[in-house]
């Protein structure tokens, strides 16, 4: 049972360290989205296009995020 749980420890920290990755990156997408939208935040310091471009962007990652649910740490 040692064995097969050293044989399968690489493995594991692979999945942990793709799942870090991706809740990090998820993380800062949802603060980003609220700053921008946060009249105390960036809401009131940004011009509207380049909110809009910002929001744009933010959903790309997240529909990113969706369509790969496998990726890789480094994608």
Sequence with gaps: MVQEAE?????????????????RLETYVYNMKNQIG???????????????????????VLGWLDDNQTAEKED
């Excluded at 044989?7 to 991706?22: G, L, P, S, T, Y």
């Design 7 to 23: 044989e399968f420890a690489e493995e594991d920290r692979k999945v942990k360290e793709r799942i870090d990755a991706r809740n």
């Design 38 to 60: 946060d009249k105390d935040k960036l809401a009131d310091k940004i011009d509207s296009d380049a909110k809009e471009t910002i929001d744009t962007a933010l959903n790309e």
